[in-house]
């Protein structure tokens, strides 16, 4: 996966744009599992329970709330960009490649 790395221009390349926004969202989902206060803010927010996570997941507008979610906040954004060694940029650019697809989800 050919995500960016610091140096890179801030945007996800390559024909395969759409899943590799998607790899980030299900990493970024793995960021918050891994801090419990995240995790409980993200749940709140999105009126989930522990028990009803999992079903949650299998929706194809989950991957665009869990990037919504982390792109909400700077320290989020930044920590998490961090932790994969990408530009916050890419955070943001996968966010929108998501957000494409949700759109045109929508028209459909």
Not at 4 to 24: D, F, H, V, W, Y
Not at 56 to 61: D, F, G, I
Not at 70 to 76: E, F, G, I
Not at 83 to 104: D, F, N
Request: glycine share 8%; proline share 3%.
């Amino acid at each position: 996966m050919a995500l960016l790395k610091p140096e890179n221009s801030g945007q996800i390349t390559g024909g395969r744009a759409r899943e590799q926004a998607e790899a980030l969202a299900i990493k970024a989902l793995g960021f918050l599992a891994a801090d419990e206060e995240l995790l409980g803010d993200f749940m709140g927010q999105a009126g989930l329970s522990p028990d009803s996570l999992r079903d949650a997941a299998k929706s194809l507008n989950f991957l665009n709330f869990v990037m919504d979610f982390v792109c909400s906040n700077d320290t989020v954004i930044l920590n998490f960009a961090k932790s994969e060694k990408i530009r916050p940029e890419a955070v943001m650019a996968a966010r929108l490649t998501l957000e494409g697809r949700r759109s045109l989800e929508s028209h459909e």
